[in-house]
């Protein structure tokens, strides 16, 4: 009787392997690759509103070699009650055969690309990379910008503000355990003269940051992807338009960047990250310095990066279930 290989043959992945297979520099190159590839399709994001507040994300992506689909759902009712907000898959086939090879596990991929995307946006922009990094939010996602810049850019020093003390006190001990001093600091704002480089990771329900940057600040905002969310101030977001200059990550912010759109900007007008990465070489002479503010809406094309970097690094011993056919019984 022929063997069946299980599920788990194929490349069920749990939120450990999943993020072994996304290395931090390594994603964020993967990014900055497909970013260059005219064989990249990626249809715009379908979100359906669920009961009691929740959404279903559904976000398929495309090259020449992979397909996938990125299902997850997002559930804010879930905080506190020690389920995650964000659950689900990312699904990998293979174009040629048809075989799914990977299924990820969606809020790894999620973490991981997004901060990976602000570490591509940082690398190409900011001005003071080692940091003091501030981080605005002790979630998935702070955690998550921490790892990705004391890996991919060498910053040692984290500071961290939320409005849990529990949970900033806990980030700050996972971002020694990385190697890096951290801090807890109660405001942003006041924190701001002293962190060249911040990420802002919070839910999007609130102004969280306000003050005027630095001239050499870095940005990178998260946390608002829907045009009623928002973390910065409109105040913070005209200042930086006016003095420096404003990445967002997609084209899609057009509809979803909610601080950027509360501020009355022209969105539509600014610069993408990946006209960053195509035009890296003349930037600096062509933008002088100042603030930066990198915007983030998310994208399903940081999920295929994802799931092609994740084909790549396949271990060992999943590469070996991998070519099991058949098998007597």
Known sequence: MPFVPSFASYGLLD??????????????????????????VVPQRAVLPLAQGGSL?????????????????LTPGNAGTGRPSIQGDVVVFDIATGERRLVLHGPTVTARRTAAASL????????????????????VQGLAHAEAFIHGLGVREVWITSRSRAS?????????????????????????????????CTTGKAVVLSAPPRP????????????????????????????????VDTSDALHEAGDLLQAGLHVAALPTLGDVVRDHRN?????????????SCGWAGWDLAAARLALRHASPALAAMDSVTATPA
């Open 216 to 247: 050499d600040t870095f940005i990178a905002a998260v946390g608002a992807f829907t045009p009623a969310m928002v973390e910065l101030a409109p105040g913070l977001c005209q200042h930086i338009a006016q003095h420096g200059r404003i990445v």
């Open 120 to 139: 591509l946006a940082a690398q190409r922009l900011a001005q003071v990379p080692q940091g003091p990094l501030l981080i605005v939010g002790a979630g």
């Open 168 to 200: 900033a006190e806990a980030l700050a001990a996972q971002v020694q355990a990385l190697g890096a001093q951290a801090r807890v600091v109660p405001d942003a704002d006041a924190a701001m003269p002293h962190c060249p480089l911040i990420a802002t």
């Open 57 to 73: 994300f559904v976000m398929p992506a495309t090259d020449q070699t992979v397909a996938m689909t990125k299902l997850i759902t």
């Open 283 to 295: 930037a600096a002479l062509k933008h002088p310095p100042g603030p930066v503010l990198f915007k």
């Open 15 to 40: 939120a450990a392997a999943t993020a072994e297979r996304l290395p931090w520099s390594a994603l964020a190159d993967e990014i900055a690759a497909l970013l260059q590839d005219n064989s990249v």
